[in-house]
T-cell receptor
Framework: ETGVTQTPRHLVMGMTNKKSLKCEQHLGHNAMYWYKQSAKKPLELMFV???????ENNSVPSRFSPECPNSSHLFLHLHTLQPEDSALYLC??????????????FGSGTRLTVV | KNQVEQSPQSLIILEGKNCTLQCNYTVSPFSNLRWYKQDTGRGPVSLTIMTFSENTKSNGRYTATLDADTKQSSLHITASQLSDSASYIC??????????????FGAGTRLAVHP
């Protein structure tokens, strides 16, 4: 394990469902990230939380809603998704200080399939 | 436009052989360059990270090089093993914004090691 745990590992949901992805980091980091990885495409940054404040929202549709209740936990709430949202969703964490980030670590991801 | 391009897109080699993967980037300003290994359906795992002043860095059978003048990097794998089969992703860290480094991801090179 990398120190960043994502659950569930696999998720199949209908377009009318509501579900949540969970990420927990055990590294004492102060920043957490959500990425989307579609087949044969580079990772796309979705959201960044630094010190529990959302500092970036990369033009992500409102059907994706992040939540960061504390520095160790990050959620991605999903509702009325589309089939093209099927992808691997990765969580990452890092320690941000002195103008840089350190120890950037990814979780194992949640494979999401929208049917 | 900040971009990271990797070549080849995919590669097949025989077990025990060496190989070199390429990465060209146009990210500016530059903070550091990272190589990640990503097994299918898993999150990326860091192999090396190099700053502007570093030309080479090794991690076991993996050796990364960086030429900051030509904005090129390579990842050399020595004596390949079946477990090296994975995607290798070049990531360039750009401007510091909001207290964190913005990562620009390449699309990856898919390596298959055959017995």
């Amino acid at each position: 394990e990398t120190g960043v745990t994502q659950t569930p590992r696999h998720l199949v949901m209908g377009m009318t469902n509501k579900k949540s992805l969970k990420c927990e980091q055990h590294l004492g980091h102060n920043a957490m990230y959500w990425y989307k990885q579609s087949a044969k495409k580079p990772l796309e940054l979705m959201f960044v939380y630094s010190l529990e404040e959302r500092v970036e929202n990369n033009s992500v549709p409102s059907r994706f809603s992040p939540e960061c209740p504390n520095s160790s936990h990050l959620f991605l709430h999903l509702h009325t998704l589309q089939p093209e949202d099927s992808a691997l969703y990765l969580c990452a964490s890092s320690q941000v200080s002195g103008g840089g980030d350190y120890g950037y670590t990814f979780g194992s991801g949640t494979r999401l399939t929208v049917v | 436009k900040n971009q990271v391009e990797q070549s080849p897109q995919s590669l097949i080699i025989l077990e025990g052989k060496n190989c070199t993967l390429q990465c060209n980037y146009t990210v500016s300003p530059f903070s550091n360059l990272r190589w990640y290994k990503q097994d299918t359906g898993r999150g990326p795992v860091s192999l090396t990270i190099m700053t502007f002043s570093e030309n080479t860095k090794s991690n076991g059978r993996y050796t990364a090089t960086l030429d900051a003048d030509t904005k090129q990097s390579s990842l050399h794998i020595t004596a390949s093993q079946l477990s090296d089969s994975a995607s290798y992703i070049c990531v360039v860290s750009g401007t510091v914004s909001g207290g964190y480094n913005k990562l620009i991801f390449g699309a990856g090179t898919r390596l298959a090691v055959h017995p």
